[in-house]
């Protein structure tokens, strides 16, 4: 279920962000502003066929990302969208994280902090410690309000057995997006849980 709804918050913050008018209006995502995304590209049309409209997520409130789109850094051009929602297709609905990780490194884009994130996940489910905390990093440096992956490397800590770094990712993301956001939410009930408990996520 924790899954179920970490995929929905990710592909709800897609979709507002997609339809977010500083992305019709030529904004960008990556906690910066201005008039491109995170590749430098301008855009002055809302999303149409060619743009993926990702499914909102279900049991939150309406526009919660919307309100702070610069939290996440947005997917603009439609071919790498297209990349991108195969392998997190791949992630989320096979879990085939070996797979996943080839797809998204084929897109060329290893330092969009979405891809990044998705491949440090992709080593943690594998695993590789080593590699998705590189693969954290990597995305932190690309956007260090990517909020999305201040919540996976929480986990990453959490399993790790580091407890007060994860407290201080918590309270990273309390100061992106506040206590009510479902990235908060879902790293604090981690923290509850006791001890040595399995963490599925």
Not at 16 to 41: I, T
Not at 42 to 50: D, G, H, K, M, V
Not at 94 to 101: E, F, H, L, Q, S
Not at 166 to 185: F, M, Q
Request: net charge neutral; hydrophobic share 35%.
């Amino acid at each position: 279920m924790i899954i179920t709804m970490i995929r929905l918050v990710t592909l709800g913050t897609f979709a507002a962000l997609l339809a977010s008018p500083a992305y019709s209006a030529g904004g960008g995502g990556g906690g910066g502003g201005g008039g491109s995304d995170a590749y430098g590209s301008t855009y002055s049309t809302p999303p149409s066929a060619t743009q993926p409209a990702y499914p909102k997520r279900s049991g939150t409130k309406a526009g919660q990302k919307a309100k702070k789109p610069n939290n996440q850094s947005s997917i603009g051009d439609p071919a790498f969208a297209a990349g991108y929602r195969v392998a997190y297709d791949t992630i989320y609905d096979r879990n085939d994280y070996t797979a996943a990780i080839a797809q998204l490194k084929s897109l060329g884009q290893d330092d969009h902090p979405n891809v990044a994130n998705l491949i440090g996940y992709s080593y943690r489910k594998l695993g590789d410690y080593e590699q998705s905390q590189l693969w954290y990093e990597r995305a932190l440096k690309a956007d260090p309000n990517h909020v999305l992956t201040w919540q996976y490397y929480g986990l990453w800590q959490l399993e790790r057995g580091n407890r007060e770094q994860a407290l201080y990712h918590l309270g990273r993301i309390a100061s992106i997006c506040g206590t009510d956001c479902e990235e908060y939410r879902s790293l604090a009930a981690a923290l509850d849980k006791p001890i040595g408990t399995a963490l599925v996520y």
